[in-house]
């Protein structure tokens, strides 16, 4: 059984903190490695991805990805109350229909003003 | 990023009646689409891939004779809920995977929100 495991949450972090999401995976062969925010009601949007370890950044976000403690990890600087949502983890998995990504249960994260 | 549109966003039916949810990829060609299903504070749960001209592959627990699904064409994929009934009220989602340079990409539809009375 391939697994993504995330922390439910909430998470609470005041306005303006950096935001810490965390996932873990089970599967060494996994190449890549996506955050998705799903805000209530919604589907889920890409934020970014991450394929070579080390650090990532997109503006306010930050992907970092340790492949050796299959580990890959969102930080939200400057959180907005905007952010308040669930962050999805994915990674990518080979199936018999080819390559689709398993996600984790999702961490909610509440940012407070 | 690529659009994924699916219709209807939202519908209400009566109970035993059949309710078709359509998925496009608009920008792009899609080999590949899937479909999920989202029951209120819930996880995403996969229900099926649905792969251009042949049958699709349907998850462990998922009847393929209630949820049929077609994809006829590179860009549409197309949900058909048989009889439904009020346990099949949920939020119903569709993705589609856009091949790049460094890694293929999913992307989801808005998707569709079904109540059965």
């Known amino acids: 059984q391939k697994e993504v495991e995330q922390n439910s949450g909430p998470l609470s972090v005041p306005e303006g903190a950096i935001a810490s999401l965390n996932c873990t995976y089970s599967?060494?062969?996994?190449?890549?490695f996506f955050w998705y925010r799903q805000y209530s009601g919604k589907s889920p949007e890409l934020i970014m991805f991450?394929?070579?370890?080390g650090d990532k950044e997109d503006g306010r976000f930050t992907a970092q990805l340790n492949k050796a403690s299959q580990y890959v990890s969102l930080l939200i600087r400057d959180s907005q109350p905007s952010d308040s949502a669930t962050y999805l983890c994915?990674?990518?998995?080979?199936?018999?229909?080819?390559?689709?990504?398993?996600f984790g249960g999702g961490t909610r994260l509440m940012v407070k003003p | 990023g690529a659009v994924v549109s699916q219709h209807p966003s939202r519908v209400i039916c009566k109970s035993g009646t059949s309710v078709k949810i359509e998925c496009r990829s608009l920008d792009f060609q899609a080999t590949t689409m899937f479909w999920y299903r989202q029951f209120p504070k819930q996880s995403l749960m996969l229900m099926a891939t649905s792969n251009e001209g042949s049958k699709a592959t349907y998850e462990q627990g998922v009847e393929k004779d209630k949820f049929l699904i077609n994809h006829a064409s590179l860009t549409l994929s197309t949900l058909t809920v048989t009889s439904a009934h009020p346990e099949d009220s949920s939020f119903y989602i569709c993705?589609?995977?856009?091949?790049?340079?460094?890694?293929?990409?999913?992307?989801f539809g808005p998707g569709t929100r079904l109540t059965v009375l």
């Open positions: 994915a990674v990518n998995t080979n199936n018999n229909a080819g390559n689709m990504l398993t």
């Open positions: 599967d060494r062969g996994s190449q890549s």
């Open positions: 991450i394929y070579s370890n």
């Open positions: 993705s589609a995977i856009v091949s790049g340079i460094s890694t293929d990409t999913q992307y």
